[in-house]
């Protein structure tokens, strides 16, 4: 599964982006699809998942500003996030899990600047 995200860029506190991440399929099936993150120096962290029923679980830091959907058809992923705020700046990641093995996205990055 070779997974490509978009969307990422530079934005002002209090705005809004949207991240997209396609999976290719490849006789694989995904469960769960979602976003990590990793802000410099730190360690990467979840953003939010979303599994082939729906359910969705958010961090905590964006519930409430940010918003996961699923295509299962077209095995794609996006997170709408909203009320931007600079602590959000980080590079994301994409993964989507089988129920073997997590599959990564080579990230894209987010810059919320004050």
């Known amino acids: 599964v070779q997974l490509h995200a978009s969307g990422g860029g530079l934005v002002q506190a209090g705005g809004s982006l949207r991240l997209s991440c396609a999976a290719s399929?490849?006789?694989?099936?995904?469960?769960?699809m979602g976003w990590y993150r990793q802000a410099p120096g730190k360690q990467r962290e979840l953003v939010a998942l979303i599994t082939g029923g729906g359910t969705t679980n958010y961090a905590d830091y964006v519930q409430g500003r940010f918003t996961i959907a699923r295509d299962n058809a077209k095995n794609t992923v996006c997170l709408q996030m909203n009320s931007l705020k600079v602590e959000d700046t980080a590079v994301y990641y994409c993964?989507?899990?089988?129920?073997?093995?997590?599959?990564w996205g080579p990230g894209t990055e987010v810059t919320v600047s004050s």
């Open positions: 399929k490849s006789g694989f099936s995904i469960n769960a």
């Open positions: 993964v989507a899990a089988s129920s073997t093995t997590d599959y």
